[in-house]
């Protein structure tokens, strides 16, 4: 564990960790992708297979358990909950799924580390993950507001893997482990899609102005 | 040989 890593897993756990106490505590999920928030639940359900199987540490069991919990809770209130679900937008969250699943599933299918079940699934999880923000990234082009809690989901969430690419080139660097080129590209590839937003994000903060992301 | 890391990552 170094620092890169451990400040990645901590901004990424905050982030889902706001998204769900706002949910909880405004009872509305106004802005928030349902969809997004639906490929992350498949993320962490494809990548953490091993959960039961291969006991790595407290740590890795306790926060994969949280961000099981989490992802699946905010799709429970967003689907379920007779208040929250009233302020989601279905008319304008309307990416489709399987316009990001399938691609992703068929490129695992093609260029993976080893052809196990497993394996194919967890570097299915990597090229979704690096993909399933965009149905939020357009809901927020389309709906043009964004209330700032949403902006910092967002912030934190692109925030975490570049940690997460400082923590590879560490490891890189200093293990004898090797850290293999799927997960380097796709974690390019993922922390690239959230640079326009930062982008945009940095320069309402630094001019003090109300998020607007450009049509 | 190195052995891959990262499968013990989240």
Redesign the interface.
């Known amino acids: 564990m170094n620092i890169f ?1 451990l400040a990645g ?1 901590m901004t ?1 756990l905050v982030s889902v960790l706001v998204l769900l106490l706002k949910i909880h505590t405004i009872k509305s999920c106004a802005g928030i992708s349902l969809k997004t928030q639906e490929l992350y639940a498949l993320v962490f359900t494809t ?1 953490y297979l ?1 959960l039961f199987t ?1 006991y ?2 407290l740590y ?1 069991t306790v ?2 358990l949280i ?1 099981l919990g989490s992802s699946f809770s905010i799709v429970w209130y967003i689907r379920r909950h007779k208040i929250v679900r009233r302020s989601y937008d279905k008319d304008q969250d309307t990416f489709r799924h399987y316009f990001i699943v399938l691609p992703c599933l068929v490129l695992a299918l093609l260029i993976h ?1 080893k052809f196990t079940f497993k394996e194919v699934m ?1 570097t299915f999880s990597l090229y979704l993950e690096a993909v399933a923000i965009l149905p939020q990234l357009v809901l927020l082009q389309r709906t043009r507001n964004i209330d700032n809690l949403t902006g910092q989901y967002v912030f934190l969430l692109g925030a975490y893997r570049a940690l ?1 690419i400082l ?2 080139i560490y ?1 890189h660097y200093t ?6 080129w799927i ?1 380097w590209i796709a974690g390019i590839v993922q922390t690239l899609l959230y640079a326009d937003f930062f982008y945009y994000y940095f320069q309402s903060w630094k001019n003090n102005v109300k998020l607007q992301l450009p049509a | 040989e190195k052995d891959e890391a990262t499968k013990d990552e989240l």
């Open positions: 890593r897993d990424h990548r091993d291969d790595i540490s890795n926060m994969k961000f580390h967890w997460y923590n590879w490891r293990e004898p482990h090797y850290v293999h997960t």
